[in-house]
């Protein structure tokens, strides 16, 4: 029984991985948007991003996690890439620019390639209207957009600006909580799994240990002469 707990608490504090990809038309603010967050820097100048990958650390109760956040760039026009990236991904910020009815385009795209590739449960979306500190005309658009992403979609949505830093730290907490989420659900799967297979774990241990013995007989015996 003591072996079968440390298994399981040596499989709980394993390191998990976690990959948050970020994608959208180039200039919609995904690298402001992580640049405000973990600088708390915007800058007004545009540069193509070269793929880049921020990895941290984290503790969730007993678990360690690794995440990775995507910041994904011009190679995503590819489809090749873009098949990897979403093969990779646990969870995606699909951004657009609130400014930019076009760029809204991108992410339905975006979102019917992730559903085409990974399954249910697999995956979360998370939709992000940036700039909305820039003034937009048309609102009716916008919350026909939300509603879109809301009720049809049921997807989480929300509005930011890089520039202010409004709403960013809502971005961050709400990937928190999925990985929370995921962590729960592989808590709860391991555990199933662990009671479904007592039994087959007792007789694989006893043989490991049996296997073992003989293992030790045979050292100790050839010690011995
Ligand atoms: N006004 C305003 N400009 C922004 C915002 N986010 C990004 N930008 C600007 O939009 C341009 C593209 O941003 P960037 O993060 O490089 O876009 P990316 O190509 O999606 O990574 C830059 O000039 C940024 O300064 C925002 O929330 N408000
Ligand atoms: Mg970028």
Redo the contacts with the bound molecule.
Sequence with gaps: MSVIDTNAMERDSKMQNFRVV?M?????????????FMNDK????????IEELHRHRMRFDSVSVEIDIL?T?GSLQFPAMRKLAIATGDAFLL?F?ANNPESFETVKHLRDEIREQKQKGQYSIVVIA?????DTEDSHSHAVTESVVCMDWEEKFIT?????G?NIDIVFQTLENKIRERITLEKKRLSFFRRISMPVMRLTNSETAATGFMEIKSRTRSMKK
Aim: charged residues 25%.
């Design positions: 970020v959208g038309t180039g200039g919609v603010g995904k690298s402001s948007i992580i640049s405000k915007f800058t007004e100048i545009h540069k193509e991003t910041d760039a951004v620019s940036n700039k909305t500190d820039l930011t600006s890089a520039k202010t409004d």
